[in-house]
Structures are given as C-alpha cells and as structure tokens.
C-alpha cells in the first residue's frame, strides 16, 4: 500500500522534527505537585496548531488544570483512534545532580535529556508526529483521530483523563494507544490495580518504665501491619489469557523491567510506605499511624480486600482503618485488535516480535479501560526516570513514533 509505504518514510525523514517537538516539550517545566499544566499545555497547542485540519478544546476543570483535546478528521466517517498521554511530570529535584540542565533538553550521545523527556514528553512527541504525518496524508484513512493530552497524571487523573472521558464523548473511541513510559520491546494491555490505606492506633499513655500502666499504640499498630502484610498470600483467580500471557513475556519483559516482575504482576503486594508514632522512648505512645500502597493483580478485586481487612483489622483493640485511594485492575483483552495492531507494527519496525505484558504501574490507561475503550501503552525505555539526568535513546523516540503511526493507521483502515 503506497500510503503507508509514504508514511513509514516520513517517519524516518521527520527525525529532527520528532526531536525538535520533544525539546520544546522538555523546555516547559510541568512539575505535579503543583499541578499546573497552563504553560505546557500552551506550549502543546502551540504544536499541534501546526498540524493541518486539527481543531483544539482547551479543558480547564480548577484553575491551572489545563488539559488539550485535538481532533483531525480523515477523508469519510470511520473508526476513532486515541492518543492519550499526560502533560505534567515529576518535580524537578535537585538540579545539583544532572551534568546537563534538567530543562534543557540536550542531545548527546544519541540520548535525549530532561525532567519528563521520558515520562512522559518523548512519548508525546511520538503520538503528535505521528499525528500530524498522518494528517498530512488524510485522503488515505476514515474515520477520525483524537489525542488527549492531560493534566493531572501523577495525582491518578482524575482531572484528567478522567475528566475527559467524563465530559466529553470525543474523547473516548474504538482503540487508544498511549505513549506512558515502558519499553519498545513490550505491549502493556493492563495494569495492576491499587488500594491504598491509612491505619491508626490508640494506645492508653504511661511512663515508658511503668508499661503495666499503659497500653503501646505502636504495638497494636505492628500487629495491624502483620495483618495488612498477610493480603500478600490472598488466592487470585486471573483470566487464562492474562496469565498466560505473563507467563509468556518473561524471558523479554523481566530483562528490561527487573527479575520477579512475573511473580508481582501475578500476586498482591503491600508496601508499608509510611510510619510513625510516639514522642520519646521513656513514654508509652498513644497515637501510631501508617499508610501502604496495596496493588492488586487482574483476578482479585478492590472489595475483596476491604473485606478482608474489615475482618482482621476489627479485631484488634483501638486500631481503625480508611481508604484514600482505590482503583481495580484492568486490561483489555491480549488477543484484541488494538493489541494486535502494535504487537505488529512494532514487529516490524523492530525486526523482532515484542513481548505482551500487564503493567506493574499504573497509568492514564485505566481511565480508558474503565469506560470501555480497548487500550494499549507503548512507549519509550525510562532511564533515571525521576532522578538526575532523565534521559530516553533517540532510536527509540523514532521508533515509537513509527509504531504509533503505522498502528494508527492500520487500525483506522482495518488493513488486513
């Protein structure tokens, strides 16, 4: 197909503009807290005023929460295809650490640095080249493409992707593909799921050498977490599909994200995140407290744990409990076409098959799955994500695009 043939080569030829689009996306500082997307989104909308036929909505739920949703319409009614990523990034930390500055956005070695050049802003760039090439080919595809691109990620979303999903039906479609970091060599159709927890102890004060006076809040509070911890062994009953799946990716998945990612997408894990309690060793304490991060595999449900946390931890004298954040695990079916559309263009950019996998970390992705539109997240390989001298492999920027455009387009066409 000669369409495609032009645009798989105008993937290749447009490397300095895919370069030039993530710089200047890396050169807007976006950090989340606080939350304020006003000038990156400005900055988005900037380039995506170049692509041809777009029409932008500016979508501002708080003041400062500022997400785009840009559409560009093919040549006949069709199918919709969503780009999804999020604008805001990590803080940018302490700048002591990087040898290049963190807005920067420098070039070197065939590396591309910056807060947020891989979570998730080359990603971006990907989905809006990609965008913008096949705007520029329109006579050759129905239907219409949509990218989404959001504020409020790192505080799970909800004035986000969520808030699109919720207000505007534009925004939801026959497939998404999302750009959130991972790697080229894996198709993430799902993600874990999370509960997190805040528990509380009471204890009665006493003088730390009188302990028969007094009642130890830390105590019932370590007897609380031995309890959350027992989640971990709770039974998960998964669909085949995702569990053979995962069984599958192993011997490509675990390379890139780390020995034992099988066995956490397979099973509850709980992360005592923070404790504290007491004013001094002499005194008995009266108040203790923590909080953990309990991720949930595909085969278990968010309510299974409320349940089994009500039981056990109502046992225990003076100790209470409440959720501050709750979202059940996800996927979309692995043998679905959105999945198989990428798997295969990624084959073939590639020159290798990748992996099929859930995510251990959750995304924007969810959102989509939770109202029913069939997802999948491919993106770049995260070095130092967080840290000093983020950085993603210029290779790979490329190669993600190509895979985002030629997926884009497949699936829109419903090529053979």
Same mark, same amino acid.
Request: glycine share 10%; with cysteine; hydrophobic share 45%.
């Given at each position: 197909?000669?369409?495609?043939? #032009?645009? *798989? &080569? $105008?993937? !290749?030829?447009? +490397? ?7 710089? %200047?996306? =890396? ?11 006003? #000038?990156? *989104? &400005? $900055?988005? !909308?900037?380039? +995506? ?7 932008? %909505?500016? =979508? ?20 919709? +295809? ?335």
């Amino acid at each position: 197909m000669r369409e495609r043939e #032009a645009l *798989a &080569a $105008a993937i !290749e030829a447009s +490397l300095p503009r895919l370069i030039d689009i993530t710089q %200047r996306l =890396v050169r807007v500082a976006s950090p989340n807290p606080p939350s304020d997307t006003t #000038a990156i *989104a &400005a $900055a988005a !909308e900037g380039l +995506l005023a170049a692509i041809p036929g777009v029409h932008v %909505r500016r =979508v501002e739920p708080e003041p400062g929460v500022v997400s785009l949703l840009a559409r560009v319409r093919g040549r006949s009614p069709g199918r919709r +295809l969503i780009f999804n990523g999020h604008l805001d990034t990590f803080p940018l930390g302490d700048a002591s650490g990087w040898t290049t500055p963190p807005l920067g956005g420098a070039l070197r070695d065939g590396r591309l640095y910056g807060r947020g050049v891989s979570d998730m802003k080359g990603g971006l760039a990907c989905s809006m080249l990609a965008a913008a090439l096949l705007a520029e080919r329109v006579q050759a595809w129905p239907g219409e493409i949509v990218l989404t691109l959001a504020a409020d990620e790192e505080n799970m979303g909800s004035l986000g992707t969520g808030y699109l999903l919720d207000h505007f039906a534009e925004a939801k479609g026959d497939g998404n593909i999302c750009g959130d970091v991972g790697s080229p060599m894996v198709v993430r159709f799902g993600e874990k799921g999370l509960l997190w927890i805040e528990v509380e102890a009471r204890g009665t004060a006493a003088h730390g050498a009188h302990v028969h006076k007094g009642v130890n809040a830390i105590d019932r509070l370590r007897e609380a977490l031995d309890r959350v911890k027992d989640l971990e062994r709770l039974p998960v009953a998964a669909p085949t599909a995702v569990t053979r799946a995962i069984a599958a990716a192993a011997p490509i998945s675990e390379k890139i994200s780390g020995p034992g990612e099988t066995t956490t997408l397979s099973r509850v894990t709980v992360n005592i995140g923070t404790v504290n309690g007491g004013v001094a060793p002499n005194l008995v304490p009266v108040h203790a407290a923590a909080q953990a991060d309990i991720r949930l595999p595909v085969g278990i449900t968010t309510s299974a744990l409320e349940a089994g946390l009500d039981a056990t931890l109502g046992r225990i004298p003076g100790v209470t409990w409440r959720i501050l954040r709750r979202f059940e695990p996800n996927f979309t079916d692995p043998d679905h076409e959105i999945v198989a559309r990428v798997r295969d263009a990624a084959t073939e950019v590639l020159g290798t098959a990748p992996a099929l996998n859930m995510r251990v970390g959750g995304s924007d992705s969810r959102w989509y799955r939770m109202h029913g539109v069939p997802t999948v997240v491919y993106g770049l390989t995260p070095f130092n994500m967080g840290g000093p001298d983020e950085h993603i492999l210029v290779d790979e920027l490329k190669a993600v695009a190509k895979v985002h455009a030629l997926a884009a387009f497949d699936f829109l066409t419903n090529r053979p």
